[in-house]
């Protein structure tokens, strides 16, 4: 058999880590290396902030977490947000539709607005230092936090 661009006996191709063989099975690839999909998703998936799984399929990461598709809602209503397309607030490191944000008196609208500005000042003075640190870094992870104007910092696939 050919895989990773090299000829393998079907007993030797095996998975790098549990050094299992295939045997026809399903394999996925690494640097060069191949993996069960037990191991890869071990190795280099994601774990689902709300069910504690590995995301065997797109990843959303916001605020600073991964979430499976089906587990990325409103942390109120349960709405589903949809990557890309849902506006959500962030409230206590959580997504919040804008329906639930709404309902939220106004006083708690402000201090969430402004302990947002102030985390975002604080991640932009922490990336300034960080890159006076080390002038040759290229970073363009320029903001994790999201807002009212942002969906999601970007889904995986």
């Known amino acids: 058999m050919t895989a990773l661009g090299k000829h393998f006996h079907v007993d030797h191709f095996v998975c790098?880590?549990?050094?299992?063989?295939?045997l026809g099975k399903?394999?996925?690839?690494?640097?060069g290396l191949a993996y069960c999909e037990q191991h890869y998703?071990?190795?280099?998936?994601?774990?689902c902030f709300v069910c504690q799984q590995m995301i065997k399929g797109d990843v959303i990461?916001?605020?600073?977490?991964?979430?499976?598709v089906q587990h990325f809602a409103c942390a109120f209503?349960?709405?589903k947000l949809v990557a890309n397309k849902s506006k959500f607030y962030d409230?206590?490191?959580?997504?919040?539709?804008?329906?639930?944000?709404?309902?939220?008196p106004r006083d708690v609208r402000k201090r969430l607005a402004e302990q947002h500005k102030r985390d975002k000042k604080a991640q932009q003075q922490q990336q300034q230092q960080s890159n006076n640190s080390n002038p040759?870094?290229?970073?363009?992870?320029?903001n994790n936090n999201i807002n009212s104007n942002e969906a999601i910092d970007n889904v995986v696939r």
């Not at 399903?26 to 640097?31: A, F, I, L, N, S």
């Not at 990461?61 to 499976?68: G, P, Q, T, V």
């Not at 040759?136 to 320029?142: C, S, V």
């Open 91 to 104: 409230v206590d490191s959580k997504p919040c539709c804008k329906k639930c944000y709404e309902k939220f």
């Open 26 to 31: 399903r394999h996925y690839e690494r640097k």
């Open 77 to 79: 209503c349960e709405t």
């Open 61 to 68: 990461r916001a605020l600073n977490k991964y979430w499976c």
């Open 41 to 47: 998703y071990q190795l280099f998936g994601h774990q």
């Open 136 to 142: 040759n870094l290229n970073n363009n992870n320029n």
């Open 16 to 22: 790098a880590r549990c050094e299992r063989p295939f």
